[in-house]
Nanobody
Framework: QVQLVESGGGLVQPGGSLRLSCAAS????????MGWYRRAPGTQRELVAT???????NYADSVKGRFTISRDNAKNTVNLQMNSLKPEDTAVYYC???????????????WGQGTLVTVSP
């Protein structure tokens, strides 16, 4: 069984910063891409940022220059540093990872339970 557990959400004022963390655990053989997605009220889930095993990153245009994704391959963790937060960043943020586990023995996409980020005065 593989689990992704997020932490670090909360309430922050516009212009502030938050750091989200996600740890993968379970019968993990290896992890391919990892990333963060978000869903704002009344909208569909959208990509925020992704990072490959080798560290190549991809960001949504709306967060470029403000958010930074990083990962620790030895610890099976991925982080999202969010700076200069705006009210429109308010959403539930989900960790995502493509993981090869002992069973069923192939890469599958996994999601965390989500963590709420609220940007408000």
């Amino acid at each position: 069984q593989v689990q992704l557990v997020e932490s670090g959400g909360g309430l922050v004022q516009p212009g502030g910063s938050l750091r989200l963390s996600c740890a993968a655990s379970g019968s993990i053989v290896s992890i391919n891409a990892m990333g963060w997605y978000r869903r704002a009220p009344g909208t569909q889930r959208e990509l925020v940022a992704t990072i490959t095993t080798g560290g190549r990153t991809n960001y949504a245009d709306s967060v470029k220059g403000r958010f930074t994704i990083s990962r620790d391959n030895a610890k099976n963790t991925v982080n999202l540093q969010m700076n200069s937060l705006k009210p429109e960043d308010t959403a539930v943020y989900y960790c995502n990872a493509v993981i090869l586990s002992i069973a069923p023995g192939r890469y599958l996409e996994h999601w965390g339970q989500g963590t709420l980020v609220t940007v408000s005065p």
